[in-house]
T-cell receptor, first 114, second 113 residues
Framework: NAGVTQTPKFRILKIGQSMTLQCTQD?????MYWYRQDPGMGLKLIYY???????DKGEVPNGYNVSRSTTEDFPLRLELAAPSQTSVYFC?????????????FGPGTRLTVL | RKEVEQDPGPFNVPEGATVAFNCTYS??????FFWYRQDCRKEPKLLMS???SGNEDGRFTAQLNRASQYISLLIRDSKLSDSATYLC??????????????FGKGTSLLVTP
């Protein structure tokens, strides 16, 4: 299994541009998440999904959108990029919502908005 | 008050030393507790879950005190390969998402020869 994969690894955007961060998992996990990690800070939840066709906002959803058309894919869309969105973005997945279920993370996408 | 707070670090210790990290959480409804490890410029990975009775995995021991809302991680006989950032992570069922994790900022550990 490849686990959770993310593309691209790095990206530089200009203010106002848009892009989609891709996330795919091959573990047949129902639950998927997008987090962002700013330097020296903890990860913050942007959006999550409990299954295909179902998504919901996390702690910091403004400026982002998601979709979940398949179990495997959970892309994150940035519209009108702003410097405040400069961050490292991690996608994660888990099998279920049991108390101690492990979340598996992708390698991250480093985004800079100039 | 932040939901999960950790020692700011960094901790610089020699090989073979014992080091302890502490963490407090604010939400008394929190149900699940973890330590994740994050290497420089890498993704977080689960180090160990933390159970009420305390648990051990090799050189690593985790403790939970629900009354004080306090979590600890003890690393014995530190190795160079233990150098990383250790994230205290808490899952609360009444957070924005019942499924997501709340992360501390992390404590940086550097083990030196």
């Amino acid at each position: 299994n490849a686990g959770v994969t993310q593309t691209p690894k790095f990206r530089i955007l200009k203010i106002g541009q848009s892009m989609t961060l891709q996330c795919t998992q091959d573990m047949n996990h129902n639950y998927m998440y997008w987090y962002r990690q700013d330097p020296g800070m903890g990860l913050k939840l942007i959006y999550y999904s409990v299954g295909a066709g179902i998504t919901d906002k996390g702690e910091v959803p403004n400026g982002y959108n998601v979709s979940r058309s398949t179990t495997e894919d959970f892309p994150l869309r940035l519209e009108l990029a702003a410097p405040s969105q400069t961050s490292v973005y991690f996608c994660a997945s888990s099998y279920d919502r049991g108390s101690y279920n492990e979340q598996f993370f992708g390698p991250g996408t480093r985004l800079t908005v100039l | 008050r932040k939901e999960v707070e950790q020692d700011p670090g960094p901790f610089n210790v020699p090989e073979g030393a014992t080091v302890a990290f502490n963490c407090t959480y604010s939400n008394s409804a929190s149900q699940s507790f973890f330590w994740y490890r994050q290497d420089c410029r890498k993704e977080p990975k689960l180090l160990m879950s933390v159970y009420s009775s305390g648990n051990e995995d090799g050189r690593f021991t985790a403790q939970l005190n629900r009354a004080s809302q306090y979590i600890s991680l003890l690393i014995r006989d530190s190795k160079l390969s233990d150098s990383a950032t250790y994230l205290c992570v808490v899952r609360s069922t009444n957070s924005n998402s019942g499924y997501a994790l709340n992360f501390g900022k992390g404590t940086s550990l550097l083990v030196t020869p």
